[in-house]
């Protein structure tokens, strides 16, 4: 497993931006796929973004298409997600994860990652 710490989580209000990252601690990151989930509180764990190893492939969610970015830096292990015009149901924990498989394409299930960071909170307000 791999482990991974995120950061960058904080207050904003609607219509602001926030970039989180990710930094892993093993050199496979470099042939992990990455992608970062978010829970509210009450709700399950949601896809949000994910990115395959090159960086070459990458999926979001409906909820944050073409306001979301994700990307990655293989040679500093860390995978970014750019957040802007946030809107208040945006509020989460949101968390970085590493698949499990080496060179995967990318997947939004939760059983397609083994690896999980610790989280970090993100509040929009109105």
């Known amino acids: 497993q791999v482990q991974l710490v995120e950061s960058g989580g904080g207050l904003v209000q609607a219509g602001g931006s926030l970039r989180l990252s990710c930094a892993a601690s093993?050199?496979?990151?470099?042939?992990?796929?990455m992608a970062w989930f978010r829970q509210a509180p009450g709700k399950e764990r949601d896809f949000v973004s994910t990115?395959?190893?090159?960086?070459?492939?990458?999926n979001y969610a409906d909820s944050v298409k073409g306001r979301f970015t994700i990307s990655r830096d293989n040679a500093k292990n860390t995978v970014y997600l750019q957040m802007n015009s946030l809107k208040p149901e945006d509020t989460a924990v949101y968390y970085c994860a590493a698949g499990s498989r080496p060179y995967g394409s990318g997947s939004a299930s939760l059983n397609a990652y083994d690896s999980w960071g610790q989280g970090t909170q993100v509040t929009v307000s109105s």
């Open positions: 990115i395959n190893w090159s960086g070459g492939i990458t």
């Open positions: 093993e050199r496979t990151f470099s042939i992990r796929t």
